[in-house]
T-cell receptor, first 114, second 114 residues
Framework: NAGVTQTPKFQVLKTGQSMTLQCAQD?????MYWYRQDPGMGLRLIYY???????DKGEVPNGYNVSRLNKREFSLRLESAAPSQTSVYFC?????????????FGSGTQLSVL | AQSVSQHNHHVILSEAASLELGCNYS??????LFWYVQYPGQHLQLLLK??????LVKGIKGFEAEFIKSKFSFNLRKPSVQWSDTAEYFC????????????FGKGTKLSVKP
């Protein structure tokens, strides 16, 4: 069972470079999310997609864009990376975005921006 | 603003000691409450959740949490911790009608000494 798959696992960028983090889930989930995890800050929601064709901003969307390519895939793009975007990024999915559905997390992408 | 507070940043216990990790959330009407755990080097996993009914919720690995509505709290407990419980624990709240914006606390790191 693959669950939620994120690529790459590690990435080093220079300031100003762009990159896209890929995420795919094979559980036929409607909702997908991108979080960043920083020491002492917990997880903060960047963007989420409640269902295919929709995306919404979370708590910290600035500097990011997302694409819900299809039901399986939800990518996160950094157009011009900044050192403040050094973080661990987690993709997650849930059957729906409402109430009691639990999140399934990917294994994370460790991103360093120099 | 909706927020989740975890009182302890780092808790150190010896094996067999009892554990209680605090979690409080800001008022916001109907809530669904979660505890997630992140073992070293792994991604987040759901430990337990509350959405209605009995306010005492039992989760995996002997953990339980009690929802006290009057105190806006959802504290995590375990009677006797093991070395394998060493991990970071995150409380999370889904406010009613928020369409997937799960708000996480900053996390509590638990270190259990063998």
């Amino acid at each position: 069972n693959a669950g939620v798959t994120q690529t790459p696992k590690f990435q080093v960028l220079k300031t100003g470079q762009s990159m896209t983090l890929q995420c795919a889930q094979d559980m036929n989930h409607n909702s997908m999310y991108w979080y960043r995890q920083d020491p002492g800050m917990g997880l903060r929601l960047i963007y989420y997609s409640a269902s295919e064709g929709t995306t919404d901003k979370g708590e910290v969307p600035n500097g990011y864009n997302v694409s819900r390519l299809n039901k399986r895939e939800f990518s996160l793009r950094l157009e011009s990376a900044a050192p403040s975007q050094t973080s661990v990024y987690f993709c997650a999915s849930s059957a729906t975005s409402i109430t009691n559905e639990k999140l399934f997390f990917g294994s994370g992408t460790q991103l360093s921006v120099l | 603003a909706q927020s989740v507070s975890q009182h302890n940043h780092h808790v150190i216990l010896s094996e067999a000691a009892s554990l209680e990790l605090g979690c409080n959330y800001s008022y916001g009407g109907t809530v669904n409450l979660f505890w997630y755990v992140q073992y070293p080097g792994q991604h987040l996993q759901l430990l337990l959740k509350y959405f209605s009914g009995d306010p005492l919720v039992k989760g995996i690995k002997g953990f339980e949490a009690e929802f006290i509505k009057s105190k806006f709290s959802f504290n995590l407990r375990k009677p006797s911790v093991q070395w394998s419980d060493t991990a970071e624990y995150f409380c999370a709240v889904l406010y009613g009608g928020s369409q997937g914006n799960l708000i996480f606390g900053k996390g509590t790191k638990l270190s259990v000494k063998p």
